[in-house]
């Protein structure tokens, strides 16, 4: 299950919301690459520095890819901070009863003591009581005004939309289970299991579209905390052999066959936004050329190596209910096995809501390599 309201309907909501959070243009970019899976981009060109200007979604369908497209955009611009309430203070003023202490939140290095930080009030879903977290893990891009410290580098992990907030919230619980398995595979260079797909479906489709199109594509179910599959996709364009195109992708969802989905539409948005923003990356794509394509894929090769231990997509257990609420009660089981907290925080500003979800604990290296769980 994607979304709790048909996507025609949500799109239309979207898209009477375009003024509102900044959006220009929307693009359709599924022409860039000879794969033609569905891609969008919406622009919002006068975001604040350090915000992205650009937000590309994916999907099955068109319709699928311009709402996520759109979606991504109000994400960013609810995340903004935009004069909600602030308390200030240390960690050692609140106390473990009323705040998140830093030291959870994986940090690039030791806090001081009486460090004065921004805290967010969020619900914890877990024990059911309001508490403080620093609003560092809450805003994007984060600046803290006045005398307050900054933490670590803001980022988007776990901020996700929905038709309702149920639904954002379980879009941003995979979102956060998808970044803590994919961080652990890399840390540890180990990317799990070789996946095989052996029934039909959305995801073999997707996979002989790559097929046909000459890109070899490795699928991998990666060793999380949960057992909520995680699916890793590396794609391996072998008849242009450009080092750009090695890109990967992740998913994560209670059905392993839309996991796989999220991880193979996540290759296609990378290799239409790379072919589409190409001259505006000339640096970077230079960059990647005089490195060029074999010593990438060696640089890389846990992607792309051999492995006898794989695993059939039909002998992995799909947990999803039929509901939104009963995915939530199932990933919720999942987390607390390794969580004490699941922090919401609600950033909704339009009539999309939109949550900020942070786990306490889950770890983040994959998108910020100096926080480094000890």
Same mark, same amino acid.
């Given at each position: ?11 239309n909501?979207?898209k009477?919301?375009l003024?509102?959070?900044?959006v ?14 569905p ?7 006068d ?5 992205p ?10 319709? @699928?890819?311009?709402?996520?497209a *759109?979606?991504?955009?109000?994400e ?6 935009r ?9 050692e +003023?609140?106390g473990p009863?009323?705040a998140?202490?830093?030291?959870? $939140? ?8 009486n ?13 059911e009581?309001?508490? $403080? #977290?620093?609003? +560092?893990?809450i805003y994007h ?10 933490l670590?580098?803001s980022?988007?992990?776990?901020l ?6 149920e639904?954002? #919230? ?12 994919i961080s ?6 180990m ?7 052996d029934?039909?479906?959305t ?15 490795h699928?991998?179910?990666? @060793? ?6 995680v699916v890793?996709a590396?794609?391996?364009d ?7 195109? $090695? ?6 969802h209670l059905?392993?066959?839309i996991?796989?989905?999220r991880?193979l539409t996540? *290759?296609?948005?990378?290799r239409a ?5 190409? +001259?505006?990356?000339a640096?970077?794509?230079?960059? #990647? ?6 010593r ?7 992607w792309?190596?051999?492995?006898? @231990?794989?695993?059939k997509i ?5 947990s ?14 999942e ?6 907290? #699941?922090?919401?925080?609600d ?7 939109v ?7 889950f770890?983040?290296?994959?998108m910020?390599?100096?926080?480094i769980?000890?």
């Amino acid at each position: 299950m994607h979304r709790s309201e048909d996507t025609e309907k949500t799109l239309n909501l979207l898209k009477q919301i375009l003024s509102d959070i900044g959006v220009t243009e929307v693009r359709d970019l599924t022409a860039c690459d000879r794969v033609k899976i569905p891609v969008y981009s919406a622009i919002t060109p006068d975001n604040r520095p350090g915000a992205p200007r650009e937000h590309t979604g994916k999907g099955v369908t068109p319709a @699928d890819a311009e709402t996520a497209a *759109i979606m991504n955009a109000v994400e960013s611009y609810c995340a903004e901070y935009r004069g909600e309430r602030l308390i200030t203070g240390s960690y050692e +003023n609140f106390g473990p009863a009323r705040a998140v202490d830093p030291r959870e $939140l994986i940090l690039p290095q030791e806090p001081e003591n009486n460090q004065l930080l921004y805290w967010s009030p969020v619900w914890d879903i877990l024990n059911e009581e309001e508490v $403080l #977290i620093p609003a +560092n893990a809450i805003y994007h891009p984060y600046d803290p005004p006045g005398m307050a410290n900054q933490l670590f580098k803001s980022s988007t992990t776990g901020l996700a939309a929905g038709n309702n907030m149920e639904e954002a #919230i379980l879009h941003a619980m995979y979102q956060i289970i998808e970044k803590d398995a994919i961080s652990i595979a890399e840390s540890k260079r180990m990317l799990g299991r070789r996946l095989v797909i052996d029934t039909e479906g959305t995801a073999k489709d997707l996979l002989n579209k790559f097929k046909e199109n000459g890109i070899e594509i490795h699928l991998w179910l990666l @060793d999380g905390k949960t057992s909520v599959p995680v699916v890793a996709a590396a794609a391996d364009d072998t008849e242009t052999k450009d080092p750009a195109m $090695l890109v990967t992708g992740t998913g994560a969802h209670l059905s392993p066959e839309i996991a796989v989905i999220r991880a193979l539409t996540g *290759i296609a948005k990378s290799r239409a936004s790379l072919i589409a923003d190409k +001259n505006e990356n000339a640096a970077k794509n230079l960059m #990647i050329q005089k490195a060029g394509y074999e010593r990438l894929k060696r640089i890389n090769k846990m992607w792309f190596k051999e492995n006898e @231990d794989t695993i059939k997509i039909s002998d992995i257990p799909d947990s999803s209910t039929d509901s939104i609420d009963g995915d939530i009660k199932r990933v919720t089981e999942e987390v607390e096995r390794h969580a004490d907290r #699941i922090c919401a925080c609600d950033l909704t500003k339009t009539s999309i809501p939109v949550v900020k979800l942070v786990i306490p604990g889950f770890e983040v290296t994959h998108m910020d390599p100096t926080r480094i769980k000890k």
